[in-house]
């Protein structure tokens, strides 16, 4: 049994330590299905479309009765279900003309199914952040630690600034991180 | 890139979204004002940022995750 495998079984655990096993599963499987939709980005807003995918495994996961067969059976399922929720958004839009017919149609990508964590990057990137200061920081890091459940309005308020401000910080910061990063040969 | 497009995307860059009729999530305002190949360095983006995410939170989650945790 994959490693994915086992993280979406532990999700189907009743309470919260199904909710702790279902993270760790998405925490698993959210870049080859974030990859899987790079061919509908002039189409569809990726991120929407992942957490609606999500929530639809959810479901899958808290349903006894439904058995995913085969290896990483429940990262394909997910590839499938992020597909559909693509095409949906696409029809609701009326964007299929910015889609290519054989991602209409076609089945779903290859993706590596468990790319390997850089814990080199990862450390780069928290000695990059760390380097911030000022306004340029503060707005990132909101962002970062709060932004999952803050609207950008809502987080600029808290932080004194205009959006628009708000943002400007952001694209700053990202920017010397980039930099940073670039430095280092991250 | 011209700073309007940069915000506009940057807008575009966070794992909160608004919730519609049929609680699905919904597409920021400046989403919809991109053009086609704007979009897909709003998919790059949102990839990158993610990644900041994941090295910053202390179980490696990024924030799409724990905007679903929040929903479940």
Do not use: Y
């Not at chain 1, 450390?123 to 707005?139: F, N, S, T, V």
């Not at chain 1, 980039?178 to 040969?185: D, F, Q, S, T, V």
């Not at chain 2, 497009?5 to 989403?31: I, Y």
Request: some cysteine; aromatic content about 6%.
């Amino acid at each position: 049994m994959t490693p994915i495998d086992r993280a979406f079984g532990s999700a189907r655990t009743p309470g919260p330590s199904g909710a702790e096993g279902f993270a760790l599963w998405m925490s698993l499987v959210e870049r080859p299905l974030r990859a899987s939709l790079r061919r509908f980005a002039r189409a569809v807003d990726a991120e929407s479309v992942l957490q609606e995918a999500f929530l639809r495994m959810w479901l899958v996961a808290q349903d006894a009765s439904r058995v995913l067969e085969g290896e990483d059976a429940s990262l394909r399922f997910a590839l499938r279900v992020a597909r559909i929720v693509a095409l949906e958004e696409i029809r609701r839009a009326h964007h299929e003309h910015l889609v290519a017919l054989e991602d209409l149609q076609g089945n779903e990508p290859s993706v590596d199914p468990a790319p390997v964590e850089d814990a080199g990057l990862l450390r780069a990137i928290r000695d990059c952040i760390g380097r911030l200061a000022g306004k340029p920081r503060e707005a990132l890091m909101a962002r970062l630690r709060l932004g999952h459940g803050s609207s950008d309005r809502d987080l600029a308020a808290t932080l004194g600034m205009a959006v628009n401000t708000f943002l400007q910080n952001i694209v700053r910061a990202r920017k010397s991180v980039a930099l940073c990063l670039e430095r280092k040969g991250a | 890139m011209n700073d309007d497009l940069e915000l506009m995307l940057e807008a575009t860059a966070g794992a909160w979204r608004e919730r519609g009729a049929d609680l699905r999530p919904v597409p920021p305002p400046a989403w919809w004002d991109l053009p086609p190949d704007a979009r897909e360095a709003a998919f790059d983006l949102q990839t990158r940022a993610r990644e900041l995410e994941r090295a910053l939170d202390p179980r490696g989650f990024s924030g799409t995750i724990r905007a679903v945790l929040a929903r479940l």
